[in-house]
């Protein structure tokens, strides 16, 4: 069964450093988001995309973070400088069209000392 | 802003009791989705409600979406160990098609 793929699982930085995640959709879907899961809460969204096209980034601190798709299939967040606030689970979810269930990948924890 | 809401936060039965967590839409939405989070794992989709007062069933549980399209509820019948996790309702930010704002979920223990 196709999975989303995510790496790295788990992630350790110092506050200022830069940290970067990958997102390998299902094949074939062309919606792809990032949320962001504190422990106790529910995802929260921080962009979407439709194909390449950011189509939602509303809730993206825009000072430090940054996503890109730029062939319209796998998609890197970046965090520029790392916050200790920002010490959560980052998930990454597709689906086949925007209107449809979305498949969550694993995953990446991370820890911000 | 939007914001959906879920009660209870926790909750802990012994096997074979019943389990239900309500969801609250602060505004109309066109469409609900509930999900499972096992501990340590990702959220995995259930189901999706439309209609009004839908009601849909998946063995021991059942979904149902208000009338007004505001709440929606899972109930499931006779709990099992493998219930076990946190279940999410979430509605879409603003119109259909659009990325989904979640509750902060209901975490279920069982203890057998």
């Known amino acids: 069964e196709a999975e989303v793929a995510q790496s790295p699982r788990y992630k350790i930085t110092e506050k200022s450093q830069a940290v970067a995640f990958w997102c390998d959709p299902i094949s074939g879907h062309a919606t792809l988001y990032w949320y962001r899961q504190i422990l106790g809460q529910g995802p929260e969204l921080l962009v979407q995309f439709q194909d390449e096209s950011v189509v939602d980034d509303s809730q993206l601190p825009k000072d430090r973070f940054s996503a890109e798709r730029l062939k319209g299939v796998d998609s890197t967040l970046k965090i520029q400088p790392a916050e200790l606030g920002d010490s959560a689970m980052y998930l990454c979810?597709?689906?086949?069209?925007?209107?449809?269930?979305?498949?969550f990948g694993p995953g990446t924890r991370l820890t911000v000392l | 802003g939007q914001q959906v809401m879920q009660i209870p936060q926790y909750q802990h039965v012994q096997e074979g009791e019943d389990f239900t967590t309500y969801c609250n839409s602060s505004?109309?939405?066109?469409?609900i989705q509930w999900y499972k989070q096992r501990p340590g794992g990702h959220p995995v989709f259930l189901i999706q409600l439309v209609k009004s007062g839908e009601v849909k069933k998946q063995k021991r549980l059942t979904f149902q979406f208000g009338e007004a399209k505001k709440n929606s509820s899972l109930h499931i019948t006779a709990t099992q160990t493998t219930d076990v996790g946190t279940y999410f309702c979430a509605g879409p930010k603003y119109q259909a098609g659009t990325a989904l704002i979640f509750g902060k979920g209901t975490t279920l223990s069982v203890s057998s």
């Open positions: 505004t109309t939405l066109s469409n």
């Open positions: 979810a597709s689906s086949p069209d925007r209107h449809n269930e979305q498949f």
